[in-house]
C-alpha cells in the first residue's frame, strides 16, 4: 500500500509538471523559427490593431461634446423673399455679398406672365451665417418660408485625421522597407502595397479638405417673388419701349414695301402685258365698229 500511494503521488507530479507549461514541449529551436515567423504578423498587428485602438482612444477621450475640442459645424440656410422688384433685389444681394466676401452662384432670373421670380446661392463666410440670414431677411417686403440647419462633423472630422495619420505611418514604414535591400519580390509588393495607401492618403486628405470648405463657408438658398400687380404697373407703359416697337415696325413696313416691288417687278410682268394686250385689242374693236 505505501507503494501505491508513492506511485501515485510520482504519477500526479509527473501530470502537473508536463501541463504545468504545454508549450515545452517545444523544442528551442522551433521556438525561435516561430518567433521568427510570427514576428511581421506581430508587428502588422501592432501598426493596425495598436493604431486603431489609438484612435478609439483618441476619439473617446476627446469627444465631439467636449468644450475643449474645435468643433466643426457646417450651417446652411434658405429663404424665401417676397420683394418688390425681383431684378433690383438680386442686384442688391449682389452688391451685399461683394462686402462680406461672399460669393453667388446659380443665379437664375425668370418671367411669368404678369411677374418675376429668382433663385440665387450665397457661399458666406461660416462667422457670417447668422448675419446674413437677418439681412438677407430685412430686403424683403415679408418672409415666404426660412430654414436653417447646423451639421455636427466634428467626430467625423476627428475620425478621417486619425485615419490619415495613421495611413502616413504606414507610408513612411513602406519607403524604409524600399529603402532597405532586398528580393525583388519584396520590392513590387511594398511598391504596390504603397501606390495604395498613398492613394488613401490622397482620398482623405480631399475628404478633410472638402469638410473644410464646407465649415468655413455656409450655403444660403434665396428664393424671390413679387407681387403680381407691381410688376404689371411697372412695366405697363414705357415711351423708350413704345419708340423702339414703333422704329421696328416702321422698318419692317418699308422692308416688306419694298420686297413687294421687286417681286410684282419680277413675277407681275406677264399679267401687265395681258391687261395691255386686251385693252389694245378692245380699243381696236371698238374703232371698227365706229
Same mark, same amino acid.
Given at each position: 500500500? /505505501?507503494?501505491? /500511494?508513492?506511485? $501515485?503521488?510520482?504519477?500526479?507530479?509527473?501530470?502537473?509538471?508536463?501541463?504545468?507549461?504545454? %508549450?515545452?514541449?517545444?523544442?528551442?529551436?522551433?521556438?525561435?523559427? @516561430?518567433?521568427?515567423?510570427?514576428?511581421?504578423? *506581430?508587428?502588422?498587428?501592432? !501598426? @493596425? !490593431?495598436?493604431?486603431?485602438?489609438?484612435?478609439?482612444?483618441?476619439?473617446?477621450?476627446?469627444?465631439?461634446?467636449?468644450?475643449?475640442?474645435?468643433? +466643426?459645424?457646417? /450651417?446652411? !440656410?434658405?429663404?424665401?423673399?417676397?420683394?418688390?422688384?425681383?431684378?433690383? &433685389?438680386? +442686384?442688391?444681394?449682389?452688391?451685399?455679398?461683394?462686402?462680406? &466676401?461672399?460669393?453667388?452662384?446659380?443665379?437664375?432670373?425668370?418671367?411669368?406672365?404678369?411677374?418675376?421670380?429668382?433663385?440665387?446661392?450665397?457661399?458666406?463666410?461660416?462667422? +457670417?451665417?447668422?448675419?446674413?440670414?437677418?439681412?438677407? +431677411?430685412?430686403? *424683403?417686403?415679408?418672409?415666404?418660408?426660412?430654414?436653417?440647419?447646423?451639421?455636427?462633423?466634428?467626430?467625423? @472630422?476627428?475620425?478621417?485625421?486619425?485615419? $490619415?495619420?495613421? /495611413?502616413?505611418?504606414?507610408?513612411?514604414?513602406?519607403?524604409?522597407?524600399?529603402?532597405?535591400?532586398?528580393?525583388?519580390?519584396?520590392?513590387?509588393?511594398?511598391?504596390?502595397?504603397?501606390?495604395?495607401?498613398? #492613394?488613401?492618403?490622397?482620398? $482623405?486628405?480631399?475628404?478633410?479638405?472638402?469638410?473644410?470648405?464646407?465649415?468655413?463657408?455656409?450655403?444660403?438658398?434665396?428664393?424671390?417673388?413679387?407681387?403680381?400687380?407691381? *410688376?404689371?404697373?411697372?412695366?405697363?407703359?414705357?415711351?423708350?419701349?413704345?419708340?423702339?416697337?414703333?422704329?421696328?415696325?416702321?422698318?419692317? %413696313? $418699308?422692308?416688306?414695301?419694298?420686297?413687294?416691288?421687286? #417681286?410684282?417687278?419680277?413675277? !407681275?410682268?406677264?399679267?401687265?402685258?395681258?391687261?395691255?394686250?386686251?385693252?389694245?385689242?378692245?380699243?381696236?374693236?371698238?374703232?371698227?365698229?365706229?
Amino acid at each position: 500500500m /505505501k507503494y501505491v /500511494k508513492l506511485a $501515485l503521488i510520482m504519477l500526479f507530479l509527473l501530470v502537473f509538471s508536463g501541463c504545468s507549461n504545454p %508549450f515545452r514541449s517545444v523544442s528551442v529551436g522551433s521556438a525561435g523559427e @516561430y518567433d521568427m515567423a510570427m514576428a511581421p504578423m *506581430a508587428e502588422s498587428f501592432n !501598426g @493596425y !490593431g495598436g493604431e486603431t485602438k489609438m484612435m478609439a482612444d483618441a476619439i473617446s477621450a476627446d469627444s465631439a461634446y467636449s468644450p475643449e475640442v474645435d468643433r +466643426k459645424l457646417i /450651417k446652411n !440656410g434658405s429663404l424665401g423673399l417676397h420683394v418688390e422688384d425681383v431684378r433690383d &433685389s438680386a +442686384k442688391g444681394i449682389q452688391v451685399y455679398a461683394d462686402t462680406i &466676401s461672399a460669393t453667388v452662384s446659380d443665379l437664375n432670373i425668370t418671367r411669368g406672365e404678369n411677374s418675376y421670380s429668382g433663385y440665387l446661392t450665397l457661399r458666406v463666410p461660416a462667422e +457670417k451665417f447668422d448675419s446674413s440670414m437677418e439681412s438677407l +431677411k430685412g430686403m *424683403a417686403l415679408y418672409i415666404e418660408s426660412e430654414y436653417s440647419n447646423t451639421n455636427d462633423v466634428t467626430e467625423a @472630422y476627428m475620425d478621417l485625421e486619425m485615419r $490619415l495619420e495613421s /495611413k502616413q505611418k504606414e507610408e513612411e514604414r513602406y519607403l524604409n522597407i524600399l529603402d532597405t535591400s532586398g528580393t525583388m519580390t519584396e520590392i513590387l509588393a511594398a511598391t504596390q502595397a504603397l501606390s495604395n495607401v498613398q #492613394y488613401e492618403i490622397e482620398r $482623405l486628405k480631399g475628404q478633410i479638405q472638402s469638410y473644410d470648405n464646407q465649415v468655413s463657408y455656409s450655403t444660403i438658398s434665396v428664393s424671390l417673388y413679387e407681387d403680381e400687380n407691381i *410688376a404689371t404697373t411697372s412695366e405697363a407703359w414705357s415711351p423708350e419701349s413704345t419708340w423702339h416697337n414703333a422704329m421696328s415696325d416702321w422698318v419692317a %413696313f $418699308l422692308q416688306g414695301s419694298v420686297d413687294f416691288v421687286i #417681286y410684282l417687278a419680277l413675277f !407681275g410682268w406677264p399679267i401687265v402685258l395681258l391687261v395691255i394686250v386686251a385693252w389694245v385689242l378692245i380699243r381696236r374693236r371698238d374703232k371698227k365698229r365706229k
